[in-house]
């Protein structure tokens, strides 16, 4: 077994002199195993249902209603309930992002760095598919990670985008209600999880993303309607990344105040004399206070590996600015009839009426329904541009897991339904067909009346849909 790589010695030196009496409390938590954590997706059900369909014993994470933490031999990863979204595997502290964000039904709300989608999802959640969530990324494969993520969550609501800050800031001032900036940090959170985050940290990589962090902020600062929220999160505890990007912030934003967040067991307030760190300058008093209304959740003070948040708050009071809406599009009558034989007999719920289409390459042609606030995305980079309902395929309707995992089993008319470990569920996520007596055509498989995927049901066999980056084995 390699071994494993050790803490950086220049980081266990900056870390002492922070945190003098504290630090040895600190060191020892780093040297031991992450506490697991988990969030239910409350799209799919409330979490008094998941309380009682958990095999695992819970704890309450104070600041996230949708948060638990977990004995440290729990293997929530591989477990049935996670494949179908039934909750995300994430750090108890970045749960605190989402819940300090708040966002409400109805609200367009971008977060700017979004992948793999631990925040998107929880803010997907939180919104309960009402408003706009714009997930941007600006890495493409990680953009794509970050689609499926959101549609697997049952995500009806939200547009995935692969884009610069700058360009989202040029198109879209001042319209979103809040903006999410999760930066991209050094990762010293990580160190518990993440080997690599140890091996790559320095002090110069510290020095540079505090760079990278001031130049995204400026641009998440011009996306926030005048009233409307930024929020700023690193998993961090440099504080050049944290206190130090928030003052330089503040400096150069005078529109912008730090705002007062609820306050949780395990919080500690931000430590405004480590806004200029490790030079010693004479700082405002204003400044100092302010700056103690930023959250940090130390590993050692709480159950999670490390965080932390600055919510600030816009001057002024309007609505978000206009943006071009989404076209939506006339189907072909012989388009509309191929996805109405599809959907009339099967689906319970009334077909969406705003609709786009995108080709493919393929010469398949994709069908979405936006959000009603949507935003047209015409010459951005777009991975998603609504809930994607499936394929019209030379003259017939394909539908998309996207579709399977937002609905409901009961909406469906043509269903298989098997408990948990049921040897037919289990056969279907490895990929297989399944023996199946019933009327021809499209079926949804489904685990304890949750969702899995289509199959396709011809003289009583199913041939499996179930995404192949998906299957088990």
């Known amino acids: ?13 900056r870390m002492a002199a922070l945190l003098d009496e504290e630090f040895p409390p600190f060191l020892a938590v780093l040297n031991q195993k992450p506490v697991p954590a988990l969030r239910v997706n409350t799209l799919k059900l409330p979490v008094e249902q998941f309380l009682a369909l958990s095999p695992w014993a819970l704890t309450p994470i104070p600041w996230c209603p949708e948060g638990f933490t ?17 909750y995300y595997v994430q750090d108890a502290s970045a749960m605190a992002v989402g819940a300090l964000t708040a966002p409400q039904p109805g609200e367009r709300v971008l977060d700017l760095c979004a992948s793999p989608g631990g925040k998107s999802t929880h803010l997907a959640s939180l919104l309960a598919g009402q408003g706009v969530l714009v997930a941007n990324e600006i890495d493409r494969g990680r953009a794509e990670a970050l689609r499926r993520n959101l549609e697997r969550w049952g995500a009806t609501n939200a547009l995935v985008l692969n884009e610069t800050p700058e360009r989202l800031a040029d198109r879209w001032p001042g319209a979103f209600d809040r903006v999410v900036v999760d930066a991209p940090c050094s990762g010293e959170g990580m160190f518990r999880k993440n080997e690599e985050a140890r091996f790559h940290w320095s002090e110069a990589h510290v020095v540079g993303c505090a760079l990278r962090q001031r130049e995204i902020l400026h641009s998440a600062s011009r996306l926030v309607r005048p009233g409307g929220r930024l929020v700023y999160a690193t998993c961090t505890f440099a504080p050049e990344e944290d ?21 949780h067991s395990g919080f500690q307030p931000g430590r405004p004399e480590w ?12 400044q100092s206070n302010s700056l103690q209304r930023a959250v940090r959740l130390w590993p050692h003070k709480l159950q999670g590996e490390g965080h932390f948040v600055a919510i600030m708050q816009r001057a002024g009071d309007q609505a978000p600015a206009a943006w071009k809406p989404a076209q ?44 009603e606030d949507a935003p047209d995305t015409a010459r951005l980079r777009t991975a998603l541009s609504g809930w994607r309902l499936g394929l019209l395929r030379k003259g017939r309707f ?30 279907y ?17 489904a685990v304890e009346g949750f969702p899995v995927g289509w199959g396709k049901r011809v003289g009583g066999v199913v041939k499996n849909h179930y995404p192949k980056s998906l299957r088990w084995g």
């Open 1 to 13: 077994m390699a071994k494993e790589t050790a803490l950086p010695l220049a980081f266990m030196a």
């Open 70 to 86: 977990l004995d440290r031999k729990a293997n929530i990863g591989t477990h049935t309930y996670h494949e179908i979204a039934l």
């Open 243 to 263: 206190e130090g990007v928030i003052a330089h912030f503040l400096r150069s934003h005078p529109d912008y105040a730090l705002a007062t967040p609820p306050w």
């Open 275 to 286: 806004a200029d760190w490790p030079a010693v300058e004479t700082r405002r008093e204003t």
């Open 328 to 371: 939506p599009v006339r189907l072909a009558p012989s388009d509309r009839a191929a996805l109405e034989a599809f959907w009339q007999p099967l689906i319970g719920r009334p077909l969406p009426e705003r609709l786009l289409l995108r080709p493919r390459e393929s010469r398949d042609v994709e069908v979405l329904a936006p959000p």
């Open 398 to 427: 394909e539908p998309s897991h996207a579709l399977a995992m937002a609905l409901r089993a009961e909406e469906v008319s043509q269903r298989i339904d098997q408990p948990i470990g049921g040897e037919l569920a289990a056969r």
């Open 429 to 445: 996520m490895r990929g297989e067909t399944l023996d199946a007596p019933g009327p021809d055509g499209w079926v949804l498989i």
